[in-house]
């Protein structure tokens, strides 16, 4: 009996001993190594506009493969609802500011955007939208301006960013300025090769690289544009896997707003097919780049779309409530190494934190 006890007793501390090993093994499991990283945001693309655009569709949208999902919300410092200047400052910089600036807090201090932040550990970084390059969302990673609309000195801070890929309109801001200055010159002779239209194929051994297709912004997808964006992400990538130590690419589907703000869904629809298939790009790219995370998101709802007359496949009629931009939440996608940490429910200033510690940097 007393041997029993004692074999009872040692097989119940092995078992504790074991499962105390499995815990502390859960505890300091490795977190997933993120190399590249493919920020990707639908401007005013809601929950709303994903699933009228896949009712609309026949076939299943790339962003609808993503199985990891969260939601965020996208107040700017002072208003409920965010423009794009500070929502895309939210996002870029993990910092609140006013409606109107890009890239400062509302005191008007500069700071660093995950662009900044990542290319100076090395990483090679870009952006690619279809919209002017110097417009609020892409000048929330670039340039730390009081007033979005400083197009002109929007264009000057791309010669400070670190940004090796810029593809996008806004000719007109770089070289039709009121200065007199000609800035694709000057990106040229800081090391630049420039382009009016995307190339088809990558020049071997090109690192920095500035595209711009339009006067201001390239056509609507209803009139012309093409897949100016889905070639400039797969362009861009070509270029940015070069680097060692990983890239931060940002994507932006900038008209999806804009169609939103016209309460126009035929325009609405052709936008979101065009940001879904620059999704599939990224998507197929992080197939063969296990270390890839991507990232789909918005900055804010426009057009507070619903379906007041039932969802149905194909036969669906949207419905705006607004003009202008809402104060819903957003969703996020996420895919790839590190996925998981974007689930849930957060604020867009979280996003940059999530981003630096999968690359296992401090944020403050």
Not at 13 to 24: C, D
Not at 325 to 334: E, F, I, N, S
Request: with cysteine.
């Amino acid at each position: 009996m007393k041997a029993s006890f004692l074999s009872f007793t040692g097989l119940l501390l092995a078992l504790i001993l074991f499962s105390g090993s499995i815990g502390l093994a859960q505890q300091t499991k490795t977190p997933p190594k993120v190399k590249n990283v493919i920020l990707m945001i639908g401007d005013g693309m809601g929950l709303a506009q994903v699933h009228g655009t896949q009712l609309m569709s026949d076939h299943k949208l790339n962003i609808l493969t993503i199985q990891n999902m969260g939601m965020m919300t996208t107040n700017s410092s002072d208003n409920e609802v965010t423009d794009s200047g500070a929502g895309g400052t939210a996002i870029a910089t993990g910092y609140k500011t006013r409606n109107g600036m890009i890239g400062m807090k509302p005191d008007s201090t500069a700071v660093p955007s995950m662009l900044d932040l990542l290319a100076a550990k090395g990483m090679a970084t870009g952006v690619v939208v279809s919209c002017a390059v110097t417009h609020a969302t892409p000048a929330s990673f670039i340039a730390k301006e009081v007033s979005r609309n400083n197009y002109e000195a929007i264009a000057a801070d791309y010669l400070d960013s670190p940004v090796n890929v810029v593809i996008g309109g806004g000719i007109k801001h770089f070289d039709k300025r009121k200065d007199g200055k000609k800035l694709t010159q000057e990106m040229i002779e800081k090391g630049f090769s420039y382009y009016n239209e995307i190339p088809a194929k990558v020049t071997q051994g090109l690192k920095n690289v500035l595209i711009l297709t339009d006067s201001v912004h390239p056509a609507k997808m209803q009139e012309g544009r093409g897949n100016m964006l889905p070639d400039g992400v797969a362009y861009a990538l070509q270029i940015l896997d070069q680097s060692p130590e990983g890239f931060f690419l940002m994507v932006e589907g900038s008209q999806i707003d804009w169609a939103g703000h016209a309460n126009d869904s035929a325009y609405l629809l052709a936008e979101m097919h065009d940001f879904d298939r620059a999704v599939g790009e990224a998507l197929k790219f992080a197939a063969s780049s296990p270390e890839t995370l991507v990232i789909v998101t918005a900055d804010h709802e426009t057009g507070g779309l619903t379906f007041p007359h039932a969802a149905i496949k194909g036969k669906s009629r949207f419905s705006f409530s607004t003009g202008d931009h809402t104060g819903v939440m957003v969703p996020v996608y996420a895919s790839g190494s590190g996925a998981t940490s974007f689930m849930g429910q957060y604020d867009n200033t979280d996003l940059i934190q999530k981003i630096m510690a999968l690359k296992g940097l401090n944020f403050d």
